[in-house]
């Protein structure tokens, strides 16, 4: 496993080391827009956000993908979403804020996320 930091790489090694790259796990938001670049066969596990206020068509309550819809349009990545069921699952990044799409960041339960890896590693199995 290798964390990236992006911002600190040029743009020819940022394309290098996504077309090797077997699985991205990645936030949700403009930094999983990567995903389509992503060599046949990869998958990606995007974390959702809580939902607690409605819109975009998603109720309070839920687990949320921001860019679902835009990553169907991309079949050769497998898609995994890593669901945030509640409170426990993030924390806001700023006092005061109440909107938990923009203004807060998931907490991973490594465990959780374990089995999302497995599922991509056995997909991957010949």
């Not at 911002?7 to 936030?27: C, G, H, S, V, Y």
Request: with cysteine.
């Amino acid at each position: 496993m290798e964390v990236i930091e992006w911002q600190n790489i040029p743009f020819n090694k940022q394309i290098e080391k996504l077309l090797n790259t077997t699985i991205l796990i990645t936030p949700c938001g403009g930094v999983s827009m990567i995903i389509p670049m992503l060599p046949h066969g990869a998958h990606a596990i995007v974390m959702d956000y809580y939902v607690t206020q409605e819109q975009y068509g998603f109720k309070r309550g839920q687990s949320a993908s921001m860019e679902g819809a835009s990553l169907n349009h991309f079949p050769h990545v497998r898609k995994h979403y890593y669901q945030v069921c509640g409170s426990q699952d993030y924390e806001f990044d700023f006092p005061g804020v109440k909107d938990t799409r923009n203004d807060a960041s998931v907490i991973v339960n490594t465990t959780r996320l374990q089995l999302l890896i497995d599922t991509a590693l056995e997909d991957m199995r010949p």
